[in-house]
């Protein structure tokens, strides 16, 4: 039986009398305001509702355009033949502004770890700390949060992505609806709970909260890759040919006459039965093939209630079988914020609330392979650069953001990726601004231009050393250096603008040269091309 919706009933009822209003008013100014009502009336009325609020960067992205500026002697180039992983300084609503440029649909993990807005200091918005007094402190924090999900939601690649958020119980449940509203209700996979720490000194209710959160959504077809079997218990006494093996149960639930038989221990003489109501889970055929092969093993001395043998299992047939990561992997002491502080201390490092880099290691192994592009754009001390730089079984690249409050890019972030750097590149980037107004002294076209190299450098992982791999943007330049000898020779990649339409003659002169030829992306700054053009 449906209920009565009398919200809907009473909303309709309003809209109804503020039509008839409207036919006999021909103010403009009244009928805007009852038109404002109107909107208010039929805005959404389920999910997370909140009073929205404007921060400075929204501002400063009416009236400038962010781009990238590269700080070329922080570059580490390890292996010149590898790609490049990314700092991006700055505030992370610009530089994501910016990544929906060159990396949309093109990440294959996100981790952050944002503000978790607990009314201690640890939340500044508008350059304003956020404390537990402030009656708009949930509005602020989910206005600042919605603006940079909705921009992480467009770079998850759609064939399959996955994206994780740690949080503790003052935003848990605002943040799930949030994600529900942005990531979409069915893309919610579960959530880790996080051991932070043994006790609390909350005395006032005698609580101790131990954990936090990490919510998980995903986009598209993605699944874990799970977590390997544990094979601690695995040994081999016996120097068996096949390796490490443990005992495991030889019967089964199902079977039939031909798995229901005497086994002799030729010994000792004991026979054994499957256990009532079960089964070997082998025949005879395969039992004579187990006792030739020694996975099966029969006994010299029996203890009371024994079996008279022993059913191997072998380490190395459970290598490739995985296991469904587990939510409650990481509430064992090695993932609590002590080790994370014991870490960066370690490294002279000195931060509030830093994550354990096992605890990033195993969701990234869980969730990523060989070339994934890894983005936290809440990177603090860059723990997540850290985890990737010492997973060696495969080649993944990162891409960290972070704003420069108290220099904590240039001296925690980028000096931690320098401390614990295993034969990694790196290009830091800082961000910068160009106003939008077209002046003769401030060419906005000129300015945006070059720009796009860095960009370039960005979307590909690439550095453009003007030699091997080059940029043009003028169709004079081009044409200069499609008759230089020397330089066509040395170069590989060429990206030119799309403005340039090359000649049949330049078309063959660089597919003799091999060089492979890459148009620039208009989508680079057309929009903002087009509003001074």
């Known amino acids: 039986m449906e209920t009565t919706n009398l919200s809907k009933i009473r909303r309709d ?20 305001s009852l038109s404002l009502i109107e909107n208010e009336l039929t805005k959404k009325k389920y999910g997370l509702i909140w009073e929205e609020h404007e921060e400075r ?20 180039v390890c292996n010149p033949e590898e790609k490049f992983n990314f700092l991006l300084e700055g505030d992370n609503l610009h530089s994501l502004y910016l990544l929906e440029k060159t990396h949309k649909e093109k990440i294959k993990m996100i981790y952050i770890d944002p503000p978790y807005n607990r009314g201690s200091n640890d ?28 921009i992480a939601e467009k770079l998850l690649n759609p064939n399959g992505s996955v994206i994780f958020i740690s949080i503790d119980e003052n935003e848990c449940h605002n943040l799930k609806l949030l994600c529900d509203e942005v990531f979409g209700e ?72 031909s798995t229901y038989f005497e086994i002799k221990n030729p010994i000792t003489g004991q026979i054994d039965l499957p256990p009532k109501g079960r089964y070997w889970a082998f025949s005879k055929t395969s039992l004579e093939k187990y006792i030739a092969n020694g996975k099966i093993k ?7 209630n024994e079996r008279g043998f022993i059913f191997k299992s072998y380490a190395n047939q459970l290598k490739n079988i995985m296991k469904p990561i587990d939510s409650l992997l990481f509430t064992n002491n090695q993932f609590m914020n002590q080790v994370a502080t014991k870490e960066t201390n370690a490294l002279g490092l000195n931060f509030d609330y830093p994550k354990p880099v096992d605890f990033i290691k195993e969701i990234i192994k869980s969730s990523t392979d060989d070339y994934d592009i890894i983005l936290d754009f809440f990177a603090g001390t860059g723990t997540t650069g850290q985890a990737i730089q010492e997973l060696q079984d495969k080649k993944r690249y990162f891409i960290l953001c972070t704003n420069n409050e108290n220099k904590i890019c240039e001296e925690i972030t980028f000096n931690r990726i320098i401390k614990t750097n295993t034969k990694s590149n790196l290009k830091y980037y800082r961000c910068t601004y160009i106003p939008r107004i077209n002046t003769e002294n401030e060419n906005l076209h000129n300015n945006l231009l070059i720009n796009i190299k860095n960009l370039i450098q960005l979307e590909n992982g690439i550095e453009i050393d003007d030699n091997k791999i080059r940029v043009y943007l003028d169709e004079e330049e081009l044409d200069k250096f499609s008759t230089n000898k020397e330089e066509l020779e040395v170069c590989e990649k060429l990206y030119i603008s799309s403005d340039i339409l090359l000649t049949s003659e330049q078309e063959e002169i660089f597919e003799n040269n091999n060089i492979e030829v890459y148009i620039i992306p208009e989508y680079y700054f057309e929009d903002e091309i087009k509003e001074v053009m």
């Open 186 to 257: 069915n893309n919610y996979v579960g959530d880790f709970i996080r051991k932070t720490k043994s006790s609390t000194n909350d005395a006032d209710v005698f609580f101790n909260q131990q954990h936090d959160y990490c919510l998980i959504y995903k986009k598209g077809n993605f699944k874990f890759k799970g977590i390997e079997k544990d094979l601690d218990g695995y040994k081999n006494p016996d120097n068996d040919i096949n390796g490490n093996w443990k005992s495991s149960d030889p019967s089964a639930k199902s079977g039939g006459p």
């Open 298 to 304: 029969f006994k010299d001395k029996i203890k009371n």
């Open 13 to 32: 009822k309003m809209l109804k009398t503020l039509s008839e209003i409207k036919k006999n008013i021909s103010d403009e100014e009244t009928l805007n």
């Open 57 to 76: 960067v929204d501002k400063e992205l009416e009236t400038q355009i962010p781009t990238f500026e590269e700080i070329k002697d922080r570059e580490i």
């Open 123 to 150: 939340f500044i918005y508008d350059d304003n700390i956020i404390g537990k007094e402030d009656n708009y402190k949930h509005s602020k924090w989910l206005s600042f949060m919605y603006k940079r999900l909705n």
